[in-house]
């Protein structure tokens, strides 16, 4: 008797613990936690677990141990993980718009790119319903900064500095972009770019300079042209279907949790970057400022990818490109 009391009592345990039993939320990340991407995202987690006081347990795959950047967007959609950080271009098959932030010197102030991926802005409203079609619902955004280029002795200066040279780019306007001046350009994944310099692979680089820090590419490129020619930008989405499993109440919490994480990441840019440039010329690298007529050149270069991305997306290219030039 005494023997069938304990074994209901451990049975009731046993029920109960399943019962509240947390709901794991796995994060697929290329890049390393030391990155600032990484640190936003255990801020994120932290928030959520707190805010779902457990409900949520999110665990962070780290340096692409389960997908690689351009795999990411499929693994979301499809529920084969439940979250995923991916660059913004990674979405250009689906979503051709989302390439509007690479289009060359577009977004060249913090002010229009703070307009642009502000709560209810147009740009962001229109392509996060064109990511929505691929299976993924936006959690937030994360900036990564501007656009730079690498490379070992000379700097790239100018279209005529990068004439002949395999780049390595990231996204199809980024590769438009070193094709109208002259280059090749070669896709490779951001947890792929040390071996591909190392090796040879490319003869330059393209990145964000918080990149350069995290990845440490001082150890195989020694010199950063700061080109600023895009904006890179990140999202952090979630699978539809398991997003829509939750409840009310703890999408609320989630949602919560992700606009402190997006606003602490944006207000953070510029010293990230900043720290980041100083720790690339205490590594020894050199960084090289273009001149007002070197920019000039680039933009002189630019209109064949503008009239690419109007090719490929039409009226909804044309319309998002004009209200980023409205925010001039």
């Avoid at 939750?246 to 840019?269: F, G, K, N, P, Y």
């Avoid at 980041?276 to 050149?297: F, H, P, Q, R, W």
């Amino acid at each position: 008797m005494l023997r069938n009391i304990f074994s209901l009592v451990a049975l009731g345990s046993l029920i109960a613990t399943t019962a509240v039993s947390a709901e794991k939320m796995r994060i697929s990340l290329q890049l390393p936690l030391s990155s600032h991407l990484g640190e936003n995202l255990q801020l994120f987690e932290t928030e959520v677990e707190t805010r779902t006081n457990g409900a949520i347990d999110v665990e962070i795959y780290d340096s692409a141990q389960l997908y690689k950047d351009k795999e990411v967007p499929a693994a979301v959609g499809s529920g084969a993980i439940e979250a995923g950080v991916a660059s913004l271009t990674r979405y250009v098959g689906d979503a051709p718009a989302v390439d509007v932030f690479y289009m060359p010197f577009l977004f060249n102030t913090e002010e229009k790119v703070r307009a642009a991926v502000s709560e209810g802005s147009q740009i962001r409203a229109i392509l996060e319903a064109e990511i929505s079609k691929t299976g993924s619902h936006v959690l937030y955004w994360q900036a990564y900064g501007g656009a730079i280029m690498l490379s070992n002795g000379d700097p790239i200066r100018t279209p005529a500095d990068l004439a002949g040279k395999k780049v390595r780019v990231f996204g199809k306007t980024l590769g438009d972009f070193v094709t109208s001046a002259g280059g090749a350009p070669t896709l490779i994944s951001g947890s792929e770019q040390y071996l591909a310099y190392q090796r040879g692979t490319v003869d330059v680089g393209m990145t964000g300079v918080s990149g350069v820090k995290s990845r440490k590419l001082w150890e195989v490129m020694d010199t950063i042209t700061v080109t600023n020619h895009a904006n890179i930008e990140f999202v952090v989405v979630v699978n539809q279907d398991w997003w829509n499993d939750l409840s009310s109440d703890i999408q609320e919490h989630i949602r919560d949790a992700a606009e402190v994480a997006q606003s602490a990441v944006r207000d953070r840019m510029t010293s990230i970057e900043a720290t980041a440039y100083e720790s690339a010329k205490t590594n020894g690298m050199t960084v090289v400022e273009i001149s007002t007529d070197e920019l000039e050149a680039w933009k002189s270069v630019a209109q064949p990818v503008y009239d690419n991305y109007i090719d490929a997306t039409g009226d909804v290219g044309m319309m998002l490109i004009k209200i980023a030039q409205a925010s001039e």
